[in-house]
């Protein structure tokens, strides 16, 4: 069925095109206009709606072993255990599976990366994944503090046979790219290290964090994968370190593509009495300056909230700060990990300066289409704050407002009430479609041109941003009318997008002996087979470069 969608004000960067005009759309995918208009089977009116294509977010921790520790250290916060459903700390948060999935569609959002999936337990996020509704999702592979990496790092092994390994990790764990967490650093905590730096070592391998960070870059580069390596850098959160790290990392990038993660944690500076000060202007100028660097923002937002991550070195010691006073700390080969509940809150100095650096870094970092929305769902805040961010970055007022409540002395120590820039819906669709799709590799989204999959988000045109895009007017998934008037109308279950990395039948026959020899168990049983999902065709394939 050709199905018309006529009139909206289109908003597709990747295209060109910033105006009124109609799209069609048929057997799931966006074609080109008839010869004859009136040919269409349905035609729906936009007239005065804001038309763009499904937006994608790189980086959501959205399933896996560690967010569902979370849910277990958490249950007071399921609504299940609420004596008043729908009021429970973290109610506005995408917390089951489903609830995931379908808020994620209110918002128009169709495509979604969980960034940190440990590759021994690769088949329980798949597992999660797929009983997500509506959006289609994708995973990065966490490697770079597993022992038989660093092993093949310190022994001098070849270029080739790390991307061998590299490659069969990546398919074997149906990833979308990989990641590395704090290089090095699970692994030095492992012998009572508490700081780790990129020049220092790892005990025992001998080999530092840059070596780790520069060997997977450099893999994943010569194996083509579209997304360059996905770093989490080291210190996360310490003031002073922290900001020195980023900008190693950044220097360390060396004329090849590098994307950091969460780049707001990295932005603190220690100077004042309270010894936080922000070192937003620093980071954005350095990023600014390094074209072949990429960056995701990892937004705080006020509220209760909980960390997951797999910087098992850096949670341990956040986890004093917990609030509620609970958290859980693990070990276990390669990266470990901690879930560490945390209360943001607008009156403290500490949280609200948070909040001012990673707006400083959205609005100071020129380039649109190398700067990426996030919270780190759910580290920084609940994705579902994301309208309340999208108003922050479109409108100085609704800034202006916000700063006004913040403690006194936190503008001194900020930039943010100083700058005037307001992202355009362009620079939006730049930021959150035409950009996340072109670093994916994932050239069937993020723009509306014909034999673009057809997720298409719809927006009523308001000067409340927050409204506009707290609540679509239309979802389109894969062709399909999901989302009407902000509710979900449709529970379709998207797919999986993978890579295909080939690996030397050597390097799988090593890989036999290696998982024989360190676990008892054959390598088949690290390798995500379709069949295990209980869905027909759970994938969907992308092309290397």
């Known amino acids: 069925m050709l199905t018309r969608l006529k009139g909206g004000h289109v908003v597709d960067p990747a295209n060109g095109v910033n105006g009124v005009t109609d799209l069609y759309m048929e057997d799931g995918q966006l074609v080109s206009a008839p010869a004859e208009p009136k040919s269409a089977d349905e035609t729906i009116d936009l007239s005065g709606h804001v038309v763009m294509a499904g937006a994608i977010d790189i980086h959501s921790h959205i399933a896996g072993g560690h967010v569902n520790t979370a849910r277990l250290l958490l249950p007071e916060w399921h609504r299940a255990f609420s004596s008043r459903p729908g009021e429970t700390a973290l109610s506005r ?54 022992d038989l990496l660093m092993s093949m790092i310190r022994d001098g092994e070849s270029e080739a046979a790390i991307a061998d390994y590299v490659a069969w990790t990546v398919a074997s764990s149906r990833a979308l790219g990989v990641k590395c967490i704090n290089a090095g650093g699970s692994a030095a905590f492992k012998d009572n290290v508490r700081a780790f730096s990129l020049d220092d070592q790892v005990p025992d391998y001998g080999v530092t964090s840059r070596q780790i960070v520069k060997t997977l870059q450099k893999a994943v580069h010569d194996l083509k994968i579209p997304h360059p390596l996905h770093v989490h850098c080291n210190n996360l959160g310490v003031p002073g370190a922290s900001s020195d790290a980023a900008e190693a990392t950044i220097a360390a990038s060396e004329g090849l593509p590098l994307h950091l993660a969460h780049i707001q944690f990295y932005g ?48 341990f010691a956040g986890r004093a700060q917990a609030s509620p006073k609970k958290s859980i700390i693990f070990d276990h080969e390669a990266n470990g990990g901690g879930v560490v509940p945390m209360d943001y809150k607008a009156t403290s100095f500490f949280n609200a300066l948070q909040w001012a650096i990673g707006l400083e870094l959205f609005l100071l970092i020129e380039d649109p289409s190398r700067v990426f929305f996030t919270t780190d769902h759910p580290n920084g805040a609940p994705f579902t704050t994301y309208p309340d961010i999208f108003a922050l970055l ?25 700058i005037t820039r307001e992202y355009t819906l362009e620079e939006i669709a730049v930021m959150t479609r035409a950009s996340p799709a072109r670093l994916l590799g994932t050239s069937d989204r993020g723009h509306l041109g014909a034999g673009a999959t057809a997720d298409i988000s719809v927006y ?86």
């Open 93 to 146: 948060v995408g917390w089951t599976t489903e609830e995931t999935g379908l808020r994620y569609a209110e918002m128009g959002f169709t495509t979604v990366v969980e960034p940190a999936m440990g590759p021994q337990a690769a088949l329980h996020a798949h597992l999660e994944l797929a009983d997500i509704p509506i959006i289609d999702k994708a995973t990065l592979v966490v490697l770079g503090n597993d």
């Open 394 to 418: 479109m409108d100085r007022e609704v800034r202006a407002r916000w700063i006004e409540a913040l403690p006194k002395g936190v503008a001194k120590w900020t930039s943010l009430p100083e």
């Open 268 to 315: 603190y500076g220690t100077e004042g009495k309270r010894g936080f000060s922000s070192e937003g202007r620093r980071l954005a100028a350095l990023i600014n300056a390094n074209p072949d660097v990429t960056v995701d923002i990892g937004q705080v937002m006020f509220g209760q909230t909980v960390t997951i991550s797999s910087d098992e070195l850096r949670q």
């Open 460 to 545: 009523r045109s308001a000067d409340d941003k927050a409204e506009m895009f707290g609540k679509a007017a239309y979802v389109f998934k894969d062709g399909r009318l999901v989302v009407k008037n902000g509710s979900v109308v449709a529970r379709p279950y998207g797919r999986a997008l993978t890579l295909k990395t080939e690996a030397d039948k050597g390097m799988e026959a090593r890989l036999d002996r290696y998982f024989d020899e360190a676990y008892g168990l054959s390598a088949k049983w690290f390798k995500v087979r379709g069949e295990a999902l209980g869905r027909e065709t759970p994938f969907r394939e992308v092309s290397c470069l």
